[in-house]
């Protein structure tokens, strides 16, 4: 069994800054390319940033300058560090990973969502 894990949601003023963790657990070997995704209420879920295996990184234009991607691949973790919050950045926020496990298969999963709430 592989499961994401997120942490580090919350409530916060706008302007102010979040870092959220994702970390892997059970019969992993690796994450492979791993991204953040977030559902605001009444909108389909969108792509946030995504990071390879070699820490090439990608940003939705809406969080380009204010949120930064990263991993830490001896703890299986990956991070979204979000300064300069905005209340239309209010959503649930969801890691998606790309898991080698310790058989070899490779699969892909999805957290469970951790909210976000920004207020102006």
């Known amino acids: 069994q592989v499961h994401l894990v997120e942490s580090g949601g919350g409530l916060v003023q706008a302007g102010g800054s979040l870092r959220l963790s994702c970390a892997a657990s059970?019969?992993?070997?690796?994450?492979?390319?791993a991204g953040w995704y977030r559902q605001a209420p009444g909108k389909q879920r969108e792509l946030v940033a995504t990071i390879t295996s070699g820490g090439t990184t990608n940003y939705a234009d809406s969080v380009k300058g204010r949120f930064t991607i990263s991993r830490d691949n001896a703890k299986n973790t990956v991070y979204l560090q979000m300064n300069s919050l905005k209340p239309e950045d209010t959503a649930v926020y969801y890691c998606?990973?790309?898991?080698?496990?310790?058989?070899?298969?490779?699969?892909?999963?999805w957290g469970q969502g951790t909210q976000v709430t920004v207020s102006s």
């Open positions: 998606n990973g790309d898991v080698l496990n310790i058989y070899g298969s490779r699969w892909n999963y």
């Open positions: 059970g019969s992993i070997s690796s994450i492979n390319a």
